[in-house]
Structure formats: C-alpha cells, structure tokens
C-alpha cells in the first residue's frame, strides 16, 4: 500500500514538474475560482428569498404581526412605509396559516402581488384580471392545505364587477370551498374560525357570511357565532346542538360505511328530533334501613309487665271516655272475686332513611332519528353489481344505531322492524356531482430520461477507457522509443560493416535483454499485448 502511494506520489510530482510555470498559474486559478464559485453559488441558495406576507396594513397591526414575529424568531422585513410585511418564501404559507387562527391581521389582506411580475406588456386587464383570481384561487387552495386535516381543497371565488361611476356601491365578493379531509377527522371549533377567517382575509370585500365551507362528504363546516342570552339566541343555540348531534351519526355512518364501500361510494344524510326539555323533579322518600324486613334501627324501647293473682279481680273504675275495648283482658269493674291479671305493655321506636331526591332529567334527548344512505354500486352505472345481501347489511347496520340512539322513553315498548325501515333509506344508484380532486404532480421523470441518461453514462465510461488505454499505449511506445534509441547509442561500431536494419534491431534487443532483462520482458508483454 504505501510503496503504491509512493509511485502516486512520484507520479504526480513528475507531472507538476514536467509543468511549465504558466500551466502551474492556471491550474491554481482554476481551482480558486471553482471554489470562489462553489461558495458564492452556496451563499445565494442558503440566502432566504423575501416575498410579501400582508399588505395594506395599519401600522398598530403590523406592530402586532411584528411582535409575532419576534416571538417565533422569523426573520422579516417592513416595506411599503410600514404597510407590507415580507418573510422568508418557504415560511410564507405556514405563517398565514399559523396567523390566521389567532385572527390576524385584523386589518389589510394577504398579498398576490407577486403573481403579476411575470405577466406580459401586451396583457389586457381582463386577462390580468382573470389571471390573479386564478393565482388567488391557486395560492389560497395550498394555504388551506395547510390546516391540519386537510388534504386537498378546491376554491371557487366570485367577484363582483367595478362600478363605472364613484358613487356606485361596491358590492361584496363570495367563495365556495370543497375540502379533502381526512377520514375520521373532526374539525374543532378554532379551526374552523381559522379556515373563515384565512378566506375572508385572502379576498377583498368578502365578509364570512358570504364563504360557504363543505367536504367531499357534503357535510357542512358552520362558523360558530358568539350569541346573547335571548330567545333568538337560544333558538341557534338549540339548532346548533340539533347540528352536532346530527353530524355525529353522519360522520359514525360515513366512516363505517366508507370502510366497507369506499370513502367516495358512499353520502350519509342523517335528520333528528331532539327533545330540549328540561324537567325537574323533587321526590321525598321515607324508607327503611333493612328492606327485606322492612324494619328501621330500634333506637329505644320500653316494656311494661302487670300481672296479678289472688283473692278479688283485677278491676277498677275505668276513667271517664276509657273505651271498654282497651281494657286489660280480666278486667272487671269493682273489687269483687277472685281472678288473675296480666298487662304487657311494648314500646319501640325505630329510625328510617329520609331521602330526599332533587331530580333534573337531561336535555337533548334523541325522540327520533332518520338515517338516508345513497351508495354508489361497484359498476357505477350496473346498479345490479351491488348485491342485495350487503344492502340488507347495510341496513342493518342503521337499525342498531337508530335503536341504540333513540331514547328508551319515547319508545317503551321498543321500535319494531316497520318503524326501524320507515326510519331507513338505501339508495343505490351512480353519483354523478362527484367532486374530483387532481392529483398532485410531484414531477414524475419520464423513463426516456432514465434510459438516456443510463446511456449517457456508459458512453462517458467508455470514452474514458478509451483515452485512458490510448494514453497508456502512448506512454509504452515513447518508452520503448527511448529504449531503442539508447541502445542505438551504446552500440559501438567497431568493424564499420554496413548491417541490415533487421541486424541492427536484433542486436539491439540481444543487449536489452542481456543488460536490462526487465525493460526487455515489459517490451515483450507489450508486442504480445498489441499482437
């Protein structure tokens, strides 16, 4: 290994000696100048490319952005006279995101500027105009995939036209949105704030209750309203809860059954009556400690024993009102004859359990429950491919969940099989208002690429073996050159007789190999090699 290293070593010095001075000056240069490059080319990638954030701010909301800012450690910049904020490009849409949840910016909206540098002289403003809302529409689709639980979001924005005269009112823009969420997944509260208020910001003059928010499952997303202690807002308060609990059981159906058939086969619609009555009840109850027995606790007692035997009866002057009946048995009026007397006289009184009940029965009971189910058949348009025994399944599948759902007192006796199937609807035909997403291009290289620049490769190869065996084939001929020549040189010519070439070649090659057998054994390998 090192008697290897050695001969490189040798050999790359004889070939920076071998080098004349200007040769050595550009080699150097070239090698500073790749490295200038190198890091040059590496400052400029690694440099963060700034692109506007919000624009048309006040200057108390980019102070507070600012600071929001500073707390996240996000690099920034201020245009525009403190009206624009710019940030790094990769960091632009989560921060929209992020922003937009905590309900910022309460003023400005979010910039497109940016799409229109790249727009042509000879565009006309309906072109430009057509041009941002389809980069808006573009732009604002990626944010919102964004929010955890989406997948993929189509847009649709409508703005309204610009009046021709001042004093026109500008009318207010709207937007639907179609959302690819994750199965299963339930949208919280300040989500679903953040979603409205992330499309109201990226639109101007779009107020949230213009923006309609719905999945591929046709279920809705409702902006929750902060609502006062009155009548109106109970009413939505109740409407709401009628909301969620519907939209529990249709996205418990819509998972079940989007297992078994397929996530885009299957619409669940679910309707309920909720019950909102809220009664209250007091119950006073007196029962006793053992309730086998039906005995309290004997808490004191008292017993009276009279008995008498002797000449003369028990008897008296009973009191006055004494009634006859509640004399001791024996007992006789006056003092006359002889009798016996026995009183036994028992007291006992027991402690019971007082309770004393204050019952407030629950609202939101379940009276009745409607569950209508539309299932696309395997062969969209064969509504025979699906059979009727996975119908029947299915439909048993929503009897268990209506009987389990639906209050147990507004049915005593139970729901039959007749109420279960008025409650239940299967429909199984083709769908077709079906919203397709497009799948994500992520810039598949086609094979041709692969096989040329396969080819590619192996003729790079090849072209170096080439010049490498060329080289060395060079290299063997200008060595075997030299040989010649010195043996030429040492070979004295004593009887200046006058010898063929092929005499001279043979007693050259006689003393090569007789003073140096090695540079005569390496030629030899080297005609055979040629031959």
Do not use: C
Not at 287 to 307: F, W
């Amino acid at each position: 290994m090192n008697e290897k290293l050695m001969n490189y070593k040798n050999k790359i010095v004889a070939i920076w000696g071998g080098r004349t001075r200007k040769q050595k000056i550009i080699f150097i240069g070239t090698i500073l100048a790749v490295i200038a490059f190198v890091a040059g080319t590496s400052w400029y990638l690694s440099r963060p490319t700034m692109v506007p954030l919000y624009s048309d701010l006040s200057p108390a909301e980019t102070g507070k952005i600012k600071e929001n800012l500073d707390s996240r450690g996000v690099p920034y910049e201020i245009g525009d006279a403190g009206k624009t904020i710019l940030v790094p490009q990769e960091q632009v849409d989560t921060l929209k995101v992020d922003l937009a949840a905590e309900g910022i910016p309460e003023s400005g909206s979010i910039d497109y500027s940016f799409f229109g540098q790249n727009a042509g002289l000879g565009m006309t403003d309906n072109e430009f105009g057509v041009l941002q809302l389809e980069a808006t529409q573009t732009e604002l689709a990626n944010l919102l995939k964004g929010i955890d639980g989406v997948n993929k979001a189509k847009v649709m924005i409508s703005l309204p036209e610009k009046g021709v005269f001042v004093s026109d009112t500008d009318e207010q823009a709207s937007a639907s949105i179609v959302l690819d969420t994750k199965p299963g997944y339930k949208f919280q509260d300040d989500q679903i704030k953040a979603l409205y208020h992330l499309v109201s910001k990226s639109v101007p003059n779009l107020p949230t209750e213009n923006i309609v928010i719905m999945n591929q499952a046709f279920e809705y997303f409702d902006l929750e309203e902060n609502n006062n202690s009155t009548n109106a807002g109970q009413i939505s308060n109740q409407l709401g809860i009628k909301k969620e609990i519907e939209r529990d059981i249709q996205r418990q159906v819509q998972n079940m059954l989007g297992t078994i058939m397929g996530r885009d086969k299957v619409v669940v619609s679910v309707t309920a009556d909720i019950d909102f009555n809220q009664v209250k009840s007091e119950q006073n109850l007196v029962e006793p400690v053992d309730p086998d027995n039906m005995e309290g606790i004997a808490i004191s007692a008292q017993r009276l024993n009279e008995t008498f035997t002797g000449n003369g009866a028990a008897g008296g002057v009973p009191q006055a009102g004494e009634p006859a009946d509640t004399l001791a048995p024996g007992y006789q009026e006056g003092a006359n004859g002889n009798g016996d007397y026995e009183k036994t006289d028992e007291t006992i009184n027991y402690e019971v359990n007082r309770v004393r009940k204050e019952i407030v029965e629950s609202p939101y009971k379940v009276r009745d429950l409607g569950i209508q189910v539309m299932v696309e058949p395997p062969t969209a348009d064969d509504p025979n491919s699906l059979p009727q025994e996975r119908v029947d399944d299915i439909t048993k599948i929503l009897s268990t969940i209506i009987r389990t759902t639906v209050d147990k007192g507004a049915n005593p006796e139970g729901l039959t099989d007749d109420d279960l199937n008025n409650k239940i609807a299967v429909s199984v035909q083709e769908f077709n208002g079906k919203v397709k997403f497009d799948t994500d291009e992520k810039g598949v290289i086609p094979i041709w690429v692969y096989i040329v620049g396969g080819v590619l490769i192996v003729a790079l190869i090849a072209a170096i073996i080439l010049y490498l065996r060329a080289r060395k084939r060079k290299q063997e001929e200008e060595e075997e050159q030299l040989l010649f020549e010195e043996v030429e040189d040492e070979i004295p010519d004593v009887n200046e007789e006058v010898l063929t070439e092929g005499a001279q070649k043979r007693k050259q090659l006689e003393k090569l190999a007789k003073e140096k057998p090695e540079e005569f054994a390496k030629l030899l390998r080297t005609w055979l090699t040629q031959d």
